[in-house]
Nanobody, 118 residues
Framework: QVQLVESGGGLVQAGGSLRLSCAASGSIFRLNTMGWYRQAPGKQRELVASITTGGSTNYADTVKGRFTISRDNAKNTVFLQMNSLKPEDTAVYYC????????????WGQGTQVTVSS
């Protein structure tokens, strides 16, 4: 059974930091590049960061230099450290596998809400 459980969201002032965590099923975590996605109200879900099984990372331009993705392969957990948060970072954040474009995951966890006040 696929499990994706995100946590760590909350309300923070602009300039603040949050650290998100995602516990994933071992079956999907061990062999896959993992990603953090977000969806703001009225907008499409977007990929903001990804990390390969070997630890190589990639970031969307909007978060580059502010967000850091990491993973603990022993605990099937992926993290997103978010610094210098901006109001435009407000969204529900999800973790999931990152598939080769144009493929897109079909199962999603409940996500975790991040709200950044100005």
């Amino acid at each position: 059974q696929v499990q994706l459980v995100e946590s760590g969201g909350g309300l923070v002032q602009a300039g603040g930091s949050l650290r998100l965590s995602c516990a994933a099923s071992g079956s999907i975590f061990r062999l896959n590049t993992m990603g953090w996605y977000r969806q703001a109200p009225g907008k499409q879900r977007e990929l903001v960061a990804s990390i390969t099984t070997g630890g190589s990372t990639n970031y969307a331009d909007t978060v580059k230099g502010r967000f850091t993705i990491s993973r603990d392969n022993a605990k099937n957990t992926v993290f997103l450290q978010m610094n210098s948060l901006k109001p435009e970072d407000t969204a529900v954040y999800y973790c999931n596998v990152k598939l080769p474009a144009p493929l897109w995951p079909t199962y999603w966890g409940q996500g975790t809400q991040v709200t950044v006040s100005s």
